[in-house]
């Protein structure tokens, strides 16, 4: 468990520094266009970016702190054993669903732009490095929810 912390905390703080970059650009980008008058060519585009770096990381991070959005009515109607059986389910269900969607799916997306050599028109960037954030969130859920079986953290 103190590896899952420390994971915990290492995608806190990279989510955090993310937004804090994402601020700064879009001030940037604020200043530019309404202050000197001519608005920065690489804000919008880096700030489109950070937003999917963010939404993809912290739906792993809200996935391991167990935050996300669920809808309990069949749980309640269960016992405890039931509830822990139906849990053991449904991680199983997002187990498959990110190993397949995210993860396979990821790494092939990473692969064709990388192949393709296709890279962002104003900052010049591979843009397999901005879709690499689809397989490493899978793995981070997938480890979250086999640590969540395995330790009973259901």
Not at 40 to 49: I, K, N, P, V
Not at 108 to 137: D, K, M
Request: aromatic share 12%; proline share 3%; glycine share 8%.
């Amino acid at each position: 468990m103190k590896f899952r912390k420390k994971i915990d905390t290492i995608l806190g703080i990279s989510l955090a520094i993310i937004m804090g970059i994402m601020v700064v650009n879009v001030l940037w980008q604020v200043f530019t266009r309404f202050v000197i008058g001519t608005p920065s060519s690489f804000t919008d585009e880096l700030a489109r970016y950070l937003m999917i770096w963010v939404g993809v990381l912290g739906a792993a991070y809200i996935s391991g702190r167990k935050m996300h959005v669920a809808i309990d009515l069949l749980p309640t109607k269960l016992n405890k054993e039931g509830q822990n059986k139906l849990k053991i389910f449904i991680n199983c269900i997002i187990i498959l669903f990110c190993f397949f969607a995210l993860v396979g799916g990821g790494i092939r997306l990473v692969y064709i732009t990388f192949t393709l050599e296709q890279y962002s028109p104003a900052l010049q960037i591979p843009l397999a490095l901005v879709y690499l954030v689809i397989p490493i969130s899978g793995i981070l859920i997938i480890y979250y929810k086999i640590t969540d079986i395995l330790y009973k953290q259901l």
